[in-house]
């Protein structure tokens, strides 16, 4: 029998969530009249706990909007003709980055051209820059116009870095070329319009397409067949000496899961579970996926890892069989039975480890601290394609320099605020900083439906604030045909689909949003059989699709990702 069929989605204990007293003031307002006899509206501000009264004042200068700018996407190499639009970031007084209204001006027109609000047009070859203007901050981006009138693409294997030898990369309708000893491929172009190109070599490695990109200059990872971006793995043992001892009727349950890297709007919560393992479980047999701990049963678990600085954590802690059922078989549900039980959890971490492919960094992790505090998390309305009253989980986390996020605490609630159960800040030692993460799942976590995920952070206050969850991406595709059209929200840096069909055949698609198109047959006999999609859209902090694709960068654990939106069609 499957394990997961035992955890059941659970709300959490207790009742609604309410916003507590902060000490926030309160707002007198009055009216004053000068010697002319005119009468003006005032507002005084009287703090709640200390009674003290003060009056704003008027001539005091409003804090500054931004603290920093910056333009992309810088480096980019195009043809004439080519144009795009570019985009200006600030960063705000509490070091957030967020998409700026600038002002756009050439530095060059005899070479680009850009209109007031960031469109750019190559005109002529040569190098040089336009700049973006905001608030007495300015920021520029570089691009080489190139009338060589070819494409240069660099196909590495995405598991080692190493050139891939003999791959064809070829525009649509043609044959294409085959890279040589370097990796590199040159494909001759009509214009500097945006190209559609594809990448493949045989059955035994993934095919590529990159659809609508003006730069001219590409490194494409390449992924050998069943292999992937996060095929490295952490091993770790748990001791439970500080979790409550089960009674009869409960067992010591633990769910562990790696530190995430890149930015919290790209975690998902299916890349925490791994592969299944059979156990034993008061004499009965049973398949516990390896990132579930159970004491005296399966005290170790295995997680999925990128390659690099590592770490894992896990919450444990005693959990009634009474609880469990069966028919779940979801992280998503998974972790919902976890939040429902928090006041009897204990957490722990661990760092330090170096993951790498072929190999099991190892951890030892000791669950002791408490979910013994609270952070009011605000929660944006959810998408089209959601009812509106599924359940929102959010999760806290603190950042590493090299391991990246660790989570921390758990919330779970539908409505416009979610209580999210937290241990204290300092169980992550040398954090940089606090975020957050909202992660909601059509119909409910733990069934079918698409999942949007949004970021956040924890204001000067203390309190939860969350940007809007993207909309849900769509997708048709026609296996007989190979036409795809995917919908994205429109605030979507990228979008990466996935076609896989029956004999594990795989070919990615990266866009910078809504896509309709045919995909060459790169592999003879793929999706003779019947293909899943599954379609991905990030929203990114920084930069644009061009410049992330010129530099082979399309990995979501490894970009500063705010939100992002996932659906899968069978």
């Not at 040569?126 to 240069?152: C, I, K, N, P, S």
């Not at 990109?213 to 067949?225: A, G, Q, S, Y």
């Not at 490295?232 to 001791?239: L, S």
């Amino acid at each position: 029998m499957s394990f997961l069929a035992l955890l059941a989605c659970t709300g959490p204990k207790g009742g609604e969530s309410v916003l507590e007293d902060t000490g926030y003031a309160y707002v007198e307002t009055g009216s004053v009249t000068d010697d002319t006899g005119t009468t003006t509206p005032t507002e005084s501000t009287v703090d709640s706990e200390t009674g003290k009264e003060s009056t704003p004042d008027d001539t005091a200068p409003p804090p500054p909007a931004w603290i920093g700018l910056a333009a992309y996407p810088d480096g980019l190499t195009v043809n004439p003709g080519a144009s795009f639009q570019a985009r200006a970031v600030g960063t705000d007084p509490d070091g957030r980055r967020q998409d700026a209204d600038a002002t756009w001006t050439s530095l060059d027109e005899d070479i680009l051209l850009v209109t007031t609000d960031g469109v750019v047009t190559a005109i002529e070859p040569g190098r040089a820059r336009v700049r973006a203007e905001l608030d007495g901050l300015e920021a520029t981006l570089e691009v080489t116009v190139d009338d060589a009138m070819l494409a240069e693409i660099t196909v590495i294997d995405a598991t080692t870095g190493l050139p891939v030898q003999r791959a064809r990369v070829a525009l649509p309708s043609t044959e294409g070329e085959r890279t040589d000893a370097a990796g590199l491929a040159r494909l001759p172009v009509p214009d500097g319009l945006p190209l559609v190109f594809s990448v493949w070599v045989d059955d035994t490695w993934d095919a590529v397409t990159y659809a609508g990109v003006v730069n001219r200059r590409f490194t494409v990872p390449l992924f050998p067949k069943d292999t992937a971006a996060d095929d490295a793995r952490v091993h770790g043992t748990v001791d439970f000496a500080s979790v409550a001892d089960a009674a009869w009727d409960e067992l010591v349950l633990g769910l562990a899961a790696p530190t995430h890297r890149g930015g919290l709007g790209s975690l998902s919560l299916d890349d925490w579970f791994g592969d299944e393992r059979a156990i034993t479980v008061f004499g009965i047999e049973a398949d516990l996926p390896s990132n579930l701990v159970v004491e005296g049963s399966a005290d170790d678990f295995w997680v999925g890892a990128r390659p690099g600085p590592a770490g894992a954590w896990v919450a444990a802690g005693p959990i009634a069989v009474a609880d469990v059922t069966e028919g779940t078989e979801s992280a998503g549900a998974a972790v919902a039975l976890l939040v429902s039980h928090l006041d009897a959890m204990r957490w722990g971490w661990a760092g330090g480890a170096e993951a790498a492919l072929g190999t099991d960094a190892e951890l030892s992790v000791t669950p002791t601290d408490a979910f013994a505090l609270t952070t009011i998390a605000a929660v944006p309305a959810l998408p089209e394609g959601f009812t509106g009253a599924e359940d929102v989980l959010v999760l806290r986390a603190e950042e590493r320099t090299d391991e990246g996020w660790v989570v921390t605490g758990f919330g779970l609630g539908a409505g416009a605020v979610v209580t999210v159960a937290h241990v204290a800040p300092d169980g992550v030692a040398d954090a940089l900083g606090t975020g957050l993460v909202a992660v909601a799942q059509a119909g409910g976590l733990g069934s079918t439906g698409g999942i949007s995920v949004a970021s956040g952070w924890v204001d000067g206050d203390g309190n939860g604030r969350l940007v809007d969850f993207p909309e849900l991406p769509a997708v048709a595709w026609d296996g007989r045909t190979r036409e795809l059209a995917v919908h994205v929200d429109g605030d979507s840096t990228l979008v990466h689909v996935l076609l896989t069909d029956a004999h594990q055949l795989r070919h990615h698609l990266y866009a910078a949003g809504d896509w309709t198109g045919t995909l060459p047959n790169a592999m003879a006999g793929f999706g003779a059989a019947r293909a899943s999609v599954d379609v991905g859209s990030l929203d990114t902090e920084t930069d644009t699709f061009d410049a992330l694709a010129g530099a082979g960068a399309l990995d979501p654990g490894e970009l500063d990702t705010r939100g992002s939106a996932h659906t899968r069609q069978e």
